[in-house]
């Protein structure tokens, strides 16, 4: 059983948000040792072995992104995403604040693997005072000798730079990010060619997610094993759930992955507001399928294997509790208003499509639609199905679809005739 | 040449160079895989989801890495559970491509339906209506019926000026971004793109003035819906009203060809009238772009200006006569001043023309002179692009060097394609005395002084080959600069070598040095009469290589020549508006041209001609392309073809030239002149398949811009490929000299010619009266930015506007040519402040 935190470590070890605090608990020595013992590959093969899996949805396998980088290609670059954008996701931040030093390890040890002389942070808009932040921190691990030229004593050098998105939600899929960071708008690249082999100005580049690259300073320094001993064989080590919606104490739980749904709604996040019964679960924040919240959905756990078993994924593990004081009609009209709102445009399902749902969801949950039109919004939903450009067409639909397969009688309760 | 993929589409087998995309693919075999943003010329992006495919892969055995096969031997595909874009989709070996399915046409009905939602309708009053890919796809695959409520439509400004020429309807753009890829990727002014998001998404422009680009205008030809428009041809016409008729531009020497669209209306007085200028495709010319001079410049061609009889002058009054009278009057003239007569021309005039006039001043033992600035056509005869050229073959290990020009001013075809040729990996060189759009391009920018021009050449030649111009000082100090010594190693290492000359820099003597001198590098690096080599004139005039190849020569002194003639013959052009000084005093001076220039007011008869859009005729290209133009709308009454005029002039005088048809004229010059020998009008309008396929029913694919069925035209043989011997000798090399401020001519694209003043819409582009100089060198002359001065050079002087410009060079002052300002060749000037504001 696990007893002490691997990401949210801040909450054993209060203010190692200061360098020297953190340096006191090992920090930093993890790359150094990376840097003056340690083969690039041998970094990867670890990170390989450990099983991390990304953790900003997709779980794509880390060690094995790292390996892709072309390697006739140069320069490399490593990029953070700290766009945290997926409604109901509020992990990053907390690493961000409570635990930058532990991120920013995983960044230089990240950027050393795969052979990256800078590495970017890209941060959502609003996140400018964390940016700030971030900034005094890099400059400190300048001044200590951390970052910059000619790292202890060897030929590696590595400088850090954060990067503020101007609030868009597409900048989190990582191909809309680079175009940021470039200084272009915000629309996502055709694929392949995937980052590792086409990315940041051209050159071959890692994306990972925050909460990733603070998982690898401790596997490197305990071992893969050790990280493997949490999780499940396949969905191995811990993720930060955030837990949100109608819960009694929502918030960040750092928890094994494969822990079930039911624990960490009813014993962590101490059930429902005034135990009201659940309905509905959504694990991966807006972008969800909504789950049927019966038994075995609440007993099924929470790993990148198990939920597809459920018509859904896992996601960024944005765990959203919708009880019974919550229509699903209602609830989509605000997941479809949110995608309406941040489509880039760039193709033509998503930039229509989504306009056009919420025009329906706005007049079904108004009481102002015909069965005829939850018919055709579930149409609409259907025609946008597997022809958008990006993944962020193709998650507005989820809700939207499940929503009315799973809960029809909602919206049968709310339209005319 | 790469092995062929094969795959199948609908059952059809085909094969295509790997990289191809399954739309091109489909499309080469014929299959039409509708698009939005995919365009043919640009980079697929993906972006609109209307070319869904099925596509199926054979299945590979992982293991063994064999083919799978299914009982019956066949090779197993493997079908991706969803629809796949066609265009970002590169062909591979057995793959199958499903284009008719149910599900295919779903997905396209889907998409489609997606669009329309946004969209307006607005079809009965809309410019592309009738041309419109998203309304032709739509009655292809769309739904009858909308589902979408009309209330809930989001509706935008309708009527956007991005520039002056082009508006945009917001309501209408289906944000395919392909005209915001044209200007970044092809033409490389990125000035407009997208702003916003999702469905808030929309064009804008980011430069001051709006859509600052003098490519704009294909924007319109390649957007599949009617949000970008013309401010000339928006609302003027329906496309199905139009009629097309071939021609070709002749606003510069790149000769691109054109299709006019022309129809019979109530507000031109029921006259035929021009509505819009189209590009044409021509792969080896001009592709199917077309720069806005092209496109907009025409009206002077409909102006109320234009002459409709001859005038005689009579009691000091030019006066209205009869054809007969008028004729008569100036064959007696012509007959007495014999060898007393002068003929000056310009290069305005097509083949034609310039043979029957020149025969007919031959006849009468008269001089001709050709009104030109630039010298060297009689060079290019010889080393000119050989047959087989194409300047879109230039790629990688191939070099060009552009010289005393500026392409991008002087002609952006020109430009666009040597921009292209350095992206397919041509090293480019550029030299000049100031700094040119195309410097960006160049691996080996070069500068030298003003006059330097042909010496920086002769440098090279003799870095190549030492055995010439030995010992000659003029050049030392040039090769001994280290970028002009790696220059000559790329320019013997090059492939094949193209060479682009101007006058920037030169009067006429002087540019027939620079053609010499790059013709003997071309010979020296072994490049001369080979295909994809050659040398080619930038050239002010559309058809000054064709009055080259006529016989026609810039005199040695044209002043002296027009004061030594008892009659003058002024064809097209306008000493007297150019250079106001200038004596033009004969006993008997005929000017032919369009209107009353300056010229034609001091004359004794002034002879109506027509303009290339309402006859005939034939024009010869800077790369040595003769093409043939065809008369787009009826002749205005009263006015003739000008090689008519001479051949009536001819008939009073007893010489016989055809008068009724040009291309009789053409077989004429066909079997006196030898390089024209293979010309007919039949082989001038002959075409071949081109690639990509543009301007059919299906114009989704390409654009607006017309498929050409009318003729590619011909490239002629230069005297090298002949097997003539190469008779170019090596000029005298002359050191720079002179002292005081020099003032050097430029071409500006927007000039103030008679030829593009009545075309209002361009009126804010024009250059003005200006003279550009740098801060430094304006603080040393003592003038200041907006300050009006009186230039002097010699006996002339015009009055300038100061503008400050860093690209000038010291010691130089640029002045605009075809502004009005009299200096036509470099000249020591001074200057004298007239107002301070």
């Not at chain 2, 002949?722 to 001519?745: D, Y």
């Amino acid at each position: 059983m696990k007893t002490e935190h691997v990401l949210l470590r801040h909450r054993d070890h209060p203010e190692i948000n200061e360098l020297e605090n953190y340096r006191k608990i090992g920090g930093f020595e993890v790359f150094r040792k990376v840097v003056t013992t340690m083969q690039p590959n041998e970094v990867i093969e670890v990170v390989k072995s450990s099983g991390l899996r990304g953790r900003g949805g997709a779980g794509f396998p880390t060690g094995l992104k790292w390996a892709f980088v072309d390697q006739k290609n140069w320069p490399h670059y490593v990029v953070a995403n700290a766009d945290e954008s997926e409604p109901g996701t509020f992990k990053d931040r907390e690493i961000l604040e409570g635990n930058p030093f532990q991120f920013l390890e995983g960044v230089a040890i990240a950027s050393y693997a795969v052979g990256a002389r800078a590495a970017y942070v890209y941060l959502r808009g609003e996140f400018w005072q964390i940016a700030h932040q971030l900034d005094r921190r890099i400059q400190q691990l300048y001044h200590a000798g951390l970052l910059g030229e000619r790292l202890f004593g060897t030929d590696y050098s590595l400088h850090i730079f954060t990067h503020l998105g101007a609030g868009a939600y597409i900048c989190g899929e990582e191909t809309a990010m680079l175009e940021s960071i470039e200084g272009k708008l915000g629309q996502p690249r055709l694929r392949p060619p995937f980052p590792p082999s086409f990315g940041l100005f051209g050159k071959p580049t890692v994306v990972n997610n925050v909460e990733t690259l603070t998982n690898v300073p401790l596997i490197i320094e305990r071992g893969a094993e050790w990280y493997r001993s949490f999780g499940t064989e396949k969905s191995p080590g811990v993720k930060i759930f955030c837990l949100s919606g109608r819960v009694k104490r929502p918030g960040n739980y750092e928890l094994p992955l494969g822990t079930p749904f039911r624990k960490l709604i009813y014993e962590y996040g101490g059930g429902i507001l005034e135990d009201h019964p659940i309905k509905a679960i959504m694990a991966a924040g807006a972008s969800s399928s909504l789950i049927v919240a019966n038994d075995p959905a609440l007993d099924t756990p929470m790993d990148y294997e198990s939920v597809p078993s459920l018509g859904a994924q896992l996601g960024s593990a944005s765990v959203i509790v919708v009880d019974d004081t919550v229509s699903i009609d209602w609830l989509i009209n605000k997941t479809v208003h949110f995608f309406r709102h941040e489509s880039c445009g760039k193709c033509t399902p998503c930039r229509e499509g989504t306009f056009w749902m919420m025009h329906l969801t706005d007049r079904i949950t108004a009481g102002k639609a015909s069965w005829q039109d939850v018919e055709l919004l579930k149409d609409v939903a259907s025609q946008m199905r597997g022809k958008c450009f990006c993944a962020l067409g193709e998650f507005s639909i989820e809700a939207v679809l499940s929503g009315i397969e799973r809960f029809r009688g909602d919206f049968e309760a709310r339209v005319k005739g | 040449m790469a092995k062929l993929v094969t795959l199948t589409i609908d059952g059809i087998t085909v094969q295509v160079p790997p990289g191809t995309n399954v739309v091109d693919a489909a499309k080469k075999a014929g299959i039409d895989i509708p698009v939005f943003c995919y365009h043919p010329k640009m980079e697929p992006v993906g972006m609109c989801r209307m070319c869904l495919v099925e596509i199926g892969r054979p299945v590979v055995d992982r293991a063994t890495g064999e083919l799978v096969r299914a009982d019956d031997g066949s090779v197993k595909i493997q079908f991706s559970p969803k629809l796949e874009t066609a265009c970002t989709t590169p062909v591979s070996e057995g793959m199958v491509v499903i284009n008719t399915s149910q599900k295919v046409k779903d997905g396209r009905e889907d998409i489609l339906e997606f669009l329309l939602t946004s969209h307006p309708l607005d079809c009965p009053v809309c410019d592309k209506g009738g041309e419109c890919p998203l309304q032709n796809l739509t009655m292809e695959f769309g739904s009858g019926q909308s589902r979408y409520i009309y209330d809930e439509k989001m509706h935008s400004a309708k009527h956007v000026p991005l520039g002056d020429l082009i508006y945009l309807d917001r309501e209408r753009c289906i944000q395919c971004a392909r005209c915001v890829r044209f200007q970044d990727q092809i033409v490389d002014d990125p000035v407009i793109g997208f702003y916003n998001r999702g469905r808030a998404l929309e064009i804008v422009t980011y430069s001051e003035p709006g859509f600052d680009s003098i490519f704009s205008g294909n924007t319109t030809d390649i957007c599949p819906v009617g949000a970008l428009t013309t401010a000339d041809f928006r609302f003027g016409a329906r496309p199905w009203e139009l009629n097309a008729a071939a021609s070709i531009c002749t606003q510069c020497p790149v000769g691109c060809n054109l299709t006019i669209n022309v129809r019979r209306e109530a507000i031109s007085q029921g006259r035929m009238a021009i509505k819009r200028i189209m590009p044409r495709q021509n792969e080896w010319v001009n592709e199917i772009w077309i720069c806005d001079k092209g496109r907009f410049g025409y009206h002077y061609v409909e102006s109320e200006e234009r002459l409709d009889q001859p005038l005689v002058r009579k009691d000091g009054k030019l006066t209205p006569v009869s054809w007969d009278e008028a004729i008569n009057l100036v064959s007696m003239r012509f007959k007495q001043a014999g060898s007393n007569l002068l003929t000056l021309v310009s290069g305005r005039l097509s083949n034609e023309d310039l043979y029957n006039i020149r025969k007919l001043t031959d006849s009468l033992n008269g001089k001709s002179a050709l009104y030109t600035q630039m010298g060297g056509g009689d060079v290019v005869a010889q080393v000119g692009m050989s047959t087989g050229s194409n300047l879109a073959n230039l790629g990688k290990g191939d070099v060009i060097l552009v010289i005393a020009t500026d392409l991008h001013q002087e002609a952006p075809i020109w430009w666009l394609r040597v921009k292209q040729a350095t992206e397919r990996g041509a090293q480019l060189i550029v030299a000049n005395a100031r700094s040119t759009r195309l410097d960006r391009y160049a691996k080996y920018p070069i500068r030298y002084a003003y006059g330097e021009q042909n010496n920086l050449i002769a440098a090279l030649v003799q870095l190549i080959d030492p055995q010439k111009f030995v010992d000659a000082k003029a050049i030392k100090h040039l090769s001994e600069q280290s970028i002009i010594k790696d220059t000559a190693e790329a320019l013997k290492a090059a492939q094949n070598l193209v060479i682009f000359f101007g006058n920037e820099g030169s009067g006429v003597a002087d540019s027939q040095v620079l053609a010499q001198t790059c013709a003997i590098l071309l010979a020296t690096t072994n490049h001369a009469g080979k295909p994809n080599n050659g040398l080619i004139p930038v050239w002010q005039r559309a058809n000054d290589q064709g009055a080259w190849d006529m016989g026609w020569r810039p005199p040695t002194d044209l002043s002296t020549s027009i004061k030594e003639a008892n009659a003058l013959y002024i064809v097209a052009c306008d000493p007297a508006g150019d250079d106001p000084r200038l004596s033009l005093t004969p006993d008997f001076l005929v000017v032919q041209d369009l209107y009353l220039t300056p010229t034609a007011k001091l004359a004794d008869v002034v002879l109506p001609a027509l303009p290339f859009t309402e006859r005939e005729g034939s024009l010869t290209s800077g790369e040595r392309r003769v093409q043939r133009y065809y008369p787009a709308i009826p002749g205005r009454t009263g006015a003739l073809a000008d090689f008519a005029i001479a051949a009536q002039i001819a008939k009073a005088c007893g010489i016989t030239l055809e008068e009724r048809s040009a291309a009789k004229v053409m077989d004429a010059i066909a079997r006196e002149n030898a390089d024209y020998a293979a010309i007919s009008y039949t082989e001038l309008a002959n075409v071949e398949e081109q690639w990509p396929i543009i301007g059919r029913a299906d114009l989704y694919y390409g654009g607006t811009s017309y498929e050409n069925k009318q003729g590619l035209g011909m490239q002629l043989q230069n005297a090298v490929q002949k097997g003539e011997p190469f008779q170019i000798s090596l000029p005298e090399l002359v050191e720079q000299s002179g002292e005081g401020l020099l003032a050097v001519p430029i071409t500006r694209l927007y000039d103030r010619g008679n030829t593009l003043i009545p075309s209002q819409l361009l009126r804010t582009h024009l250059v003005s009266t200006v003279m550009w100089i740098n801060a430094k060198e304006a603080k040393q002359q003592g003038v200041e930015e907006h300050d009006v001065v009186q230039i002097e050079c010699g006996e002339t002087s015009a009055l300038v506007t100061v503008e400050l410009e860093d690209a000038v060079p010291d010691g130089v002052v640029l002045v605009p040519r075809s502004v009005g300002i009299p200096i036509s060749e470099p000249c020591r000037v001074r200057l004298h402040i007239t107002e301070r504001v």
